[in-house]
Nanobody
Framework: VQLQASGGGLVQAGGSLRLSCAAS????????MGWFRQAPGKEREFVAA????????NYADSVKGRFTISRDNAENTMYLQMNSLKPGDTAVYYC?????????????????WGQGTQVTVSS
């Protein structure tokens, strides 16, 4: 499966952005998917994940209550709605997918990755 992330940009603290991840290739709806981010000089970290049905989700503690992950299997697209953004959210955001049946926050289990989209939050 091929993934294409988009929607990043520059926003002031407290603002919002919506990231999209368009998938093509194999049957999108059977994949677990996730968002990860990587700030300069830091390791890639988990942000949020969602199972194929869309009913099971998981979030990093740092984004709970501010970010919402969702997916539209008919449109082969996953989303990350980011509200109340903070300067600490500044990073390149990557979407990822893997064909498995349990939700995961581990970078190493995801086989497919998008190219990343830059999110910059100014103070």
């Amino acid at each position: 499966v091929q993934l294409q992330a988009s929607g990043g940009g520059l926003v002031q603290a407290g603002g919002s952005l919506r990231l999209s991840c368009a998938a093509s290739g194999r049957t999108f709806r059977r994949y677990r998917m996730g968002w990860f981010r990587q700030a300069p000089g830091k390791e890639r970290e988990f942000v949020a994940a969602i199972m194929w049905s869309g009913r099971t989700t998981n979030y990093a503690d740092s984004v709970k209550g501010r970010f919402t992950i969702s997916r539209d299997n008919a449109e082969n697209t996953m989303y990350l709605q980011m509200n109340s953004l903070k300067p600490g959210d500044t990073a390149v955001y990557y979407c990822a997918a893997d064909q498995d049946y349990s939700i995961s926050d581990l970078v190493e289990v995801y086989d497919y990755w998008g190219q990343g989209t830059q999110v910059t939050v100014s103070s």
